[in-house]
């Protein structure tokens, strides 16, 4: 059973609203932090709903390979999909593979091709 939701009052709101300006911030300093070190990439973005088996998987997948290859990283949306296959790709030859990823409930995952430290999550 739900639990009745009453509506917030104006210093509620107020207060949860300013206190969430540091949180953003916080965010903020730690991805421009973590990005400035990483060096040069070229993002790869696309939907999270392409298979393995796709055409386009593969072909981001290709590309990816192609990107680190002339010296470049890959970043990504950090999801599944295109975003995957952009990571899998530079994975698999041996390039710098950055997910940025957004935690929303019941949404998107890490993919596994990820570097382990170069995984921010918003």
């Given at each position: 059973m739900r639990k009745e939701q009453h509506p917030k009052g104006w210093n509620e709101i107020k207060t949860n609203d300013s206190?969430?300006?540091?949180?953003?911030?916080?965010?903020?300093?730690?991805?421009?932090?973590?990005?400035?070190?990483?060096?040069?990439?070229?993002s790869i973005f696309g939907s999270a709903r392409t298979k393995p088996d796709n055409k386009y998987y593969q072909l981001a997948e290709r590309i990816a390979q192609k990107i680190v290859d002339n010296g470049y990283g890959?970043?990504?949306?950090?999801?599944?999909?295109?975003m995957e296959a952009g990571n899998k790709g530079a994975h698999?030859?041996?390039?710098?593979?950055?997910?940025?990823?957004?935690e929303l409930p019941f949404e998107q995952h890490?993919?596994?091709?990820i570097d382990s430290d170069k995984n921010l999550d918003f």
């Open positions: 206190w969430a300006i540091f949180k953003i911030m916080g965010e903020f300093v730690t991805g421009y932090e973590k990005l400035s070190r990483i060096g040069p990439c070229v890959v970043i990504t949306g950090g999801g599944p999909g295109i698999l030859a041996g390039g710098t593979s950055v997910g940025l990823n957004i890490d993919n596994p091709y």
